[in-house]
């Protein structure tokens, strides 16, 4: 029972470079969710998707494109990465949104900005 | 926007001892409350929730919540610490009246037991 899987778990990169994070969930939940995780603030929502096809801008989208071509999967996108980027990615889907049902979160993808 | 406060960003408590983290909401209208537990190097999982049913709301692990208005709190409590609670804890909130998809997060509580 996979739940919620990111890849990679782990990334280093250099300024200026461009880099996806890979989103799957096999619980066929219409909600998906990209969190960043900083020390002290918490997890601050970047993108999310309310179905196929469909994207939101969270709280900090700059910087930050997704795609959700498949119901199953949630991409983000770092097209020129800036090291205030440096964080621990958090993928999360969920049924129906918070209200209606729990956020399932991935393990986490740690980026590196150099 | 709607947010939540934890007062209290590391707690610690001896084994046994009562385990109380705090959360304060900021809204006029209650919105729907919920604490996530992360434990090291893992995601969020979901500990209990509060949607305007039963203000005392219990969890999985032992752990239970109460929603009380006058004082805009939902904190987060245990009887009896064990060594597998340590980990970090969060308060997170979506207003009512909103679209539901928008989960805001509070800063966090690290809680170490202490053997």
Excluded at chain 1, 85 to 112: D, H, K, N, P
Excluded at chain 2, 50 to 70: D, M, P, Q, R, W
Aim: net charge neutral; charged share 15%.
């Amino acid at each position: 029972n996979a739940g919620v899987t990111q890849t990679p778990k782990f990334r280093v990169l250099k300024t200026g470079q461009s880099m996806t994070l890979l989103c799957a969930q096999d619980m066929n939940h219409e909600y998906m969710y990209w969190y960043r995780q900083d020390p002290g603030m918490g997890l601050r929502l970047i993108h999310y998707s309310v179905g196929e096809g469909t994207t939101a801008k969270g709280e900090v989208p700059d910087g930050y494109n997704v795609s959700r071509l498949k119901k199953q999967n949630f991409l983000l996108g770092l097209e020129s990465a800036a090291p205030s980027q440096t964080s621990v990615y958090f993928c999360a889907s969920s049924f129906g949104g918070g209200t209606t049902g729990e956020l399932f979160f991935g393990e986490g993808s740690r980026l590196t900005v150099l | 926007a709607q947010s939540v406060t934890q007062l209290g960003s590391h707690v610690s408590v001896s084994e046994g001892a009562l385990v109380l983290l705090r959360c304060n909401y900021s809204s006029s209208v209650p919105p729907y409350l919920f604490w996530y537990v992360q434990y090291p190097n893992q995601g969020l999982q979901l500990l209990l929730k509060y949607t305007s049913a039963a203000t005392l709301v219990k969890g999985i692990n032992g752990f239970e919540a109460e929603f009380k208005k006058s004082e805009t709190s939902f904190h987060l409590t245990k009887p009896s610490a064990h060594m597998s609670d340590a980990a970090e804890y969060f308060c997170a909130v979506i207003p009512v009246n909103f679209g539901n998809e928008k989960l805001t997060f509070g800063t966090g509580t690290r809680l170490t037991i202490i053997p």
